[in-house]
């Protein structure tokens, strides 16, 4: 069974810190590429960050250049965000996603699958 679950969301003071995780499971090798979204109601869904396992690359949105940070832990098919210095417009519904090929891209309609999504409300 093909499988996104994304675990880490939650409320967090502005200049907080929140870690996500993107556990996938069921999916051919190929499917190497892992991305970050996130949603607010009334708006498209915006590209965040993304990781390319295969050749080793990342890209970020330039709002969370500097603030956010994507990783991989291959052996247990993980990809972490690790969102510090957040600020209340960082507020969203965060999606994970996954596509195949070699480079990553911030477009949602490249991904195939997506997770279910996690709340990250940044709040004071």
């Known amino acids: 069974q093909l499988q996104l679950v994304e675990s880490g969301g939650g409320l967090v003071q502005p200049g907080g810190s929140l870690r996500l995780s993107c556990a996938a499971s069921g999916f051919p090798s190929d499917y190497s590429v892992i991305g970050w979204f996130r949603q607010v109601p009334g708006k498209e869904r915006e590209g965040v960050s993304c990781i390319s396992s295969t050749v080793g690359i990342t890209n970020y949105a330039d709002s969370v250049k500097g603030r956010f940070t994507i990783s991989r832990d291959n052996a247990k098919n993980t990809v972490i965000l690790q969102m510090n210095s957040l600020k209340p417009e960082d507020t969203a519904v965060y999606y994970c996603?996954?596509?195949?090929?070699?480079?990553?891209?911030?477009?949602?309609?490249?991904?195939?699958?997506w997770g279910q999504g996690t709340q990250v409300t940044v709040s004071s």
């Open positions: 996603a996954i596509t195949r090929g070699y480079l990553c891209g911030l477009g949602f309609y490249d991904y195939d699958y």
